[in-house]
């Protein structure tokens, strides 16, 4: 099999923990070798799959570099080029397994506990060491196709099953197509069924059409999830208005009554609101006297009335003036009314109880301040319920009562989740509970390096476009054993359409080139386009009416 391979060089030096070092054949050019390449080494016993991480020019002798030849010496130029000049290529050993398996098709590579011997050849990997690595889409719905290594055009599957046991995060800097990425996922989960999802789409992005952010046609129009999926997903908004004027038929028009508002909610917003910790606690005071009704009974004071309101419930005068002052704010959100007719959990509930995905779409309300208060309101009721449902399922043992994982996406993510705010918000006590409840996390966010370590550390896969900030780097290798090789790699990365994929849905860390959404992808996921929606129409209304 060896033979067949193209040779790329020859294993000269390393350690297992430092990784390899491969002398670059002369025939094959440094300029090819890319950081972040799949390669693979035939050792004498096994076979090891492997990450160019750096590659760097050497030579034989310090002498030839001293006193080099000049651009018209071509022909001295060639012969010292591949023997008394050559590049060196640092490999990562990430996986291996041993040939008597790769001969009789049987076993799964392993983690690599050694090396390969000397002059051990290195070849190309090819189709049947990626779809033996990664799995493909022809194994089962499990696998989704997500993009294909820099230089193949073989696809990299993820492990979805193993994708939704945990939360997730997606990262990247502004501009390096994070939406793209998040709804290529996103469309996955929903395609293969593995958990029910809901988005807090904060900019409207996934639901319906959306400008193309990367790739061929970029600026043009692409399909939502509402229409590559129809009935299997819903929309949900806060701003009728918003979706009526984009030709949208929302399914249900949000509402939430003040006193589904805590004082916990008001205090994650204490950084958008500007309020000091002495206005959270008086707000605890006016819940004892008022209940359930606190905000209430708080916005409906005139300001000359506060001091006498201050003195009713036992607080100081100016810390209830500025609580007063600071939440009226929130009289200018639509959605919030005193009372409502439809409590939006319950019907959240009731759609992802028939397995039906949400995208909760903010229209015009898209500030900071109405995106942490809904999501932290709705995610919090929703986490009590989901608690419920799971102590049912484990005192009656009936796959009946076993609640459907549920995947929330929060955009944004540092807001809710830096050092501060994860200990107070739902989202904190989420990402630390690992599935414990069946609801998970999906994080997209350009600034990592804000979300607490703790958060961080039990992010089970991650996928990272390009990250320039050193900080942010190192944030999302977080949790990573001697990451430090990878962040050659992540630096490397073009700015649109590549990523680092690493995590608990792959075995290896691999550098891809995303997948195209366009009419490809909508077909694989089961849309259907143009000729054939026509008669696909012309079937069903003969299926209705008969032949005519």
Same mark, same amino acid.
Not at 45 to 73: G, Y
Not at 342 to 368: A, P, W
Not at 506 to 535: C, W
């Given at each position: 099999?060896?033979?067949?391979?193209?040779?790329?060089?020859?294993?000269?030096?390393?350690?297992?923990?430092?990784?390899?070092?491969?002398?670059?054949?002369?025939?094959?050019?440094?300029?090819?070798?890319?950081?972040?390449?799949?390669?693979?080494?035939?050792?004498?016993?096994?076979?090891?799959?492997?990450?160019?991480?750096?590659?760097?020019?050497?030579?034989?002798?310090?002498?030839?570099?001293?006193?080099?030849?000049? =651009? /018209? %010496?071509?022909?001295?130029?060639?012969?010292?080029?591949?023997?008394? !000049?050559?590049?060196?290529?640092?490999? #990562? $050993? +990430?996986?291996?397994?041993?040939?008597?398996?790769?001969?009789?098709?049987?076993?799964?590579?392993?983690?690599?506990?050694?090396?390969?011997?000397?002059?051990?050849?290195?070849?190309?990997?090819? =189709? /049947? %060491?990626?779809?033996?690595?990664?799995?493909?889409?022809?194994?089962? !719905?499990?696998?989704?196709?997500?993009? #294909? $290594? +820099?230089?193949?055009?073989?696809?990299?599957?993820?492990?979805?099953?193993?994708?939704?046991?945990?939360?997730?995060?997606?990262?990247?800097?502004?501009?390096?197509?994070?939406?793209?990425?998040?709804?290529?996922?996103?469309?996955?989960?929903?395609?293969?069924?593995?958990?029910?999802?809901?988005?807090?789409?904060?900019?409207?992005?996934?639901?319906?059409?959306?400008?193309?952010?990367?790739?061929?046609?970029?600026?043009?129009?692409?399909?939502?999830?509402?229409?590559?999926?129809?009935?299997?997903?819903?929309?949900?908004?806060?701003?009728?208005?918003?979706?009526?004027?984009?030709?949208?038929?929302?399914?249900?028009?949000?509402?939430?009554?003040?006193?589904?508002?805590?004082?916990?909610?008001?205090?994650?917003?204490?950084?958008?609101?500007?309020?000091?910790?002495?206005?959270?606690?008086?707000?605890?005071?006016?819940?004892?006297?008022?209940?359930?009704?606190?905000?209430?009974?708080?916005?409906?004071?005139?300001?000359?009335?506060?001091?006498?309101?201050?003195?009713?419930?036992?607080?100081?005068?100016?810390?209830?003036?500025?609580?007063?002052?600071?939440?009226?704010?929130?009289?200018?959100?639509?959605?919030?009314?005193?009372?409502?007719?439809?409590?939006?959990?319950?019907?959240?509930?009731?759609?992802?109880?028939?397995?039906?995905?949400?995208?909760?779409?903010?229209?015009?309300?898209?500030?900071?301040?109405?995106?942490?208060?809904?999501?932290?309101?709705?995610?919090?009721?929703?986490?009590?319920?989901?608690?419920?449902?799971?102590?049912?399922?484990?005192?009656?043992?009936?796959?009946?009562?076993?609640?459907?994982?549920?995947?929330?996406?929060?955009?944004?993510?540092?807001?809710?989740?830096?050092?501060?705010?994860?200990?107070?918000?739902?989202?904190?006590?989420?990402?630390?509970?690992?599935?414990?409840?069946?609801?998970?996390?999906?994080?997209?966010?350009?600034?990592?390096?804000?979300?607490?370590?703790?958060?961080?550390?039990?992010?089970?896969?991650?996928?990272?476009?390009?990250?320039?900030?050193?900080?942010?780097?190192?944030?999302?290798l977080t949790g990573v054993s001697n990451a430090n090789w990878l962040r050659s790699v992540l630096a490397s990365l073009d700015s649109k359409q590549q990523a680092l994929?690493?995590?608990?849905?792959?075995?290896?860390?691999?550098?891809?080139?995303?997948?195209?959404?366009?009419?490809?992808?909508?077909?694989?996921?089961?849309?259907?386009?143009?000729?054939?929606?026509?008669?696909?129409?012309?079937?069903?209304?003969?299926?209705?009416?008969?032949?005519?």
């Open positions: 099999m060896q033979e067949l391979r193209r040779r790329v060089g020859v294993v000269v030096n390393g350690s297992l923990v430092a990784g390899l070092e491969m002398k670059l054949d002369e025939w094959y050019s440094v300029e090819d070798i890319r950081a972040g390449k799949f390669v693979v080494i035939e050792g004498e016993k096994s076979r090891f799959f492997c990450m160019v991480t750096d590659v760097r020019l050497d030579a034989t002798n310090p002498q030839v570099l001293a006193d080099p030849p000049s =651009e /018209e %010496d071509d022909l001295i130029r060639q012969v010292l080029h591949g023997s008394a !000049t050559y590049g060196t290529v640092c490999l #990562r $050993p +990430l996986l291996m397994m041993d040939k008597d398996e790769v001969v009789a098709g049987q076993g799964d590579p392993h983690l690599v506990k050694t090396i390969p011997v000397h002059f051990s050849v290195v070849c190309e990997a090819e =189709e /049947e %060491d990626v779809n033996q690595v990664f799995g493909s889409e022809e194994m089962g !719905t499990q696998f989704f196709h997500i993009g #294909r $290594p +820099l230089d193949m055009e073989t696809p990299i599957c993820m492990d979805l099953e193993s994708f939704v046991e945990r939360s997730n995060g997606i990262f990247g800097k502004t501009g390096t197509g994070k939406t793209f990425l998040t709804r290529l996922v996103l469309s996955g989960l929903i395609h293969s069924n593995r958990a029910v999802n809901l988005i807090y789409d904060m900019h409207s992005e996934y639901g319906w059409q959306a400008t193309q952010e990367s790739g061929n046609g970029r600026g043009s129009f692409v399909k939502g999830l509402k229409q590559l999926f129809g009935s299997r997903v819903a929309i949900f908004t806060l701003d009728p208005e918003s979706a009526r004027r984009r030709g949208i038929q929302s399914d249900f028009n949000v509402k939430i009554p003040y006193n589904q508002i805590t004082v916990e909610d008001i205090a994650s917003l204490a950084d958008e609101l500007n309020l000091n910790p002495t206005a959270v606690e008086s707000a605890y005071l006016i819940v004892n006297r008022f209940g359930r009704e606190w905000l209430s009974e708080l916005l409906k004071q005139d300001p000359k009335d506060i001091k006498d309101f201050a003195e009713h419930v036992g607080a100081h005068p100016e810390s209830i003036s500025a609580l007063h002052r600071k939440l009226k704010r929130l009289e200018k959100f639509d959605f919030l009314q005193e009372r409502v007719s439809e409590d939006t959990v319950y019907k959240i509930l009731e759609f992802v109880d028939k397995g039906v995905h949400i995208v909760l779409e903010f229209g015009q309300q898209s500030s900071f301040l109405c995106y942490m208060l809904v999501s932290n309101i709705l995610t919090r009721r929703l986490h009590d319920q989901y608690v419920m449902k799971t102590e049912r399922f484990l005192s009656t043992g009936k796959p009946q009562d076993k609640p459907k994982q549920l995947i929330i996406t929060i955009e944004e993510a540092h807001k809710f989740l830096n050092p501060t705010a994860a200990r107070q918000t739902i989202f904190g006590t989420i990402a630390r509970e690992m599935r414990k409840y069946f609801v998970s996390l999906l994080i997209v966010d350009q600034r990592p390096s804000s979300i607490d370590d703790e958060v961080l550390s039990q992010v089970g896969t991650r996928i990272t476009a390009l990250l320039s900030d050193e900080k942010d780097i190192n944030a999302v994929l690493m995590g608990h849905a792959v075995p290896m860390p691999v550098v891809i080139r995303t997948r195209d959404y366009d009419h490809v992808f909508y077909s694989a996921m089961g849309a259907v386009e143009g000729e054939a929606l026509v008669q696909k129409a012309q079937s069903n209304i003969a299926d209705l009416f008969g032949d005519r």
